[in-house]
């Protein structure tokens, strides 16, 4: 599974930071990046979590 954030949502709400600050983190623009790859079964139910924290919807997690 793979993480994708459409930076054209984002509005730096940084709710994915605080649910998940393993995997995501704020550019120095104050849109989300990445730390992680992809998703482990470890991070998965964060990843998902932080999808639906975003007010955004900007976060996908696709197979
Ligand atoms: Fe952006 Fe949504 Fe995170 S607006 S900073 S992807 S909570």
């Known amino acids: ?3 994708e954030i459409d930076l054209d949502k984002c509005q730096g709400y940084a709710q994915c930071v605080l649910e998940a600050p393993e995997i995501f983190e704020l550019n120095e ?11 482990t079964s470890e991070n998965e139910k964060y990843a998902l979590a932080a999808a639906d924290l975003c007010p955004m919807q900007a976060i996908s997690i696709n197979n």
Do not use: E, F, H, R
């Not at 623009?29 to 998703?39: D, N, P």
């Open 1 to 3: 599974m793979k993480i």
């Open 29 to 39: 623009s104050g849109l989300a990046q990445t730390l992680a790859a992809g998703v």
